[in-house]
């Protein structure tokens, strides 16, 4: 089934401790997006790619780092996690980035940073 | 940057009607999006408006007026299985699409 896949889908770790969440699509769109959400908040933006090799800055991109080396991966790193880090994380895809775009979600990674 | 604000919660009874305000600020407006989103998955399209006026797809219909800033999701014949948080996304120039908080509906039987 055609989709994106998030993992891990839920986790628990140490603060200060390195994390990548993964996320790969196989639609081969062009254009993919890292959220999070928390409560009362929505979904804010953290980084984007609009194509493969190539990325950007969202609404809140500190403390997170991204790489897009092909059409299909984009992992989302947290180099040294904290506390105000956990939160529910939703990889996304489009075709492209702009317009009538519609983005696709994966099921989500709730992380919880102690 | 762009503000989005839509209701926190909502409730209606199951065949009724109900409608979901968004209002937003931006530059660069290209286009308004409603996603739904069951309790513990992931957001999933329902409409799209870049243009005045009212689109209609089965029992959902979103309207969006550009001037006002406003858009309203329009959720007919309710069903149990609507209960959700309705998000309200706004597209602002090419690839930022910022969501609102979200509207929780709950249906009551």
């Known amino acids: 089934i055609a989709g994106i896949t998030q993992a891990p889908t839920s986790q628990i770790l140490a603060a200060g401790r390195r994390m990548t969440l993964r996320c790969t699509q196989d639609?081969?769109?062009?254009?993919m997006y890292w959220y999070r959400q928390d409560l009362g908040l929505g979904l804010r933006l953290i980084h984007y790619?609009?194509?493969?090799?190539?990325?950007g800055k969202g609404e809140v991109p500190d403390g997170y780092s991204v790489s897009r080396a092909n059409t299909d991966d984009f992992p989302l790193t947290l180099a040294s996690a904290v506390p105000s880090q956990t939160s529910v994380y939703f990889c996304?895809?489009?075709?492209?980035?702009?317009?009538?775009?519609?983005?696709?979600f994966g099921a989500g990674s709730r992380l919880t940073v102690l | 940057g762009q503000n989005i604000d839509q209701p926190t919660e909502m409730t209606a009874t199951e065949g009724a009607i109900v409608q979901i305000n968004c209002t937003y600020q931006?530059?660069?407006?290209?286009?308004l999006f409603w996603y739904q989103q069951h309790a513990g998955e992931a957001p999933t399209f329902l409409s799209y408006?870049?243009?005045?006026g009212l689109e209609e797809k089965g029992r959902f219909s979103s309207f969006l007026s550009r001037s006002k800033g406003y858009s309203y999701l329009l959720l007919k014949e309710l069903q149990m299985k609507d209960s959700a948080s309705y998000l309200c996304?706004?597209?602002?120039?090419?690839?930022?699409?910022?969501f609102g908080a979200g509207t929780t509906v709950t249906v009551r039987a």
């Open positions: 931006t530059s660069g407006f290209n286009g």
């Open positions: 639609m081969r769109h062009n254009a």
């Open positions: 790619s609009n194509t493969a090799g190539t990325t």
């Open positions: 996304a895809s489009s075709q492209d980035s702009s317009g009538a775009n519609v983005l696709t």
């Open positions: 996304a706004v597209r602002e120039g090419d690839y930022k699409l910022s």
């Open positions: 408006n870049v243009l005045d």
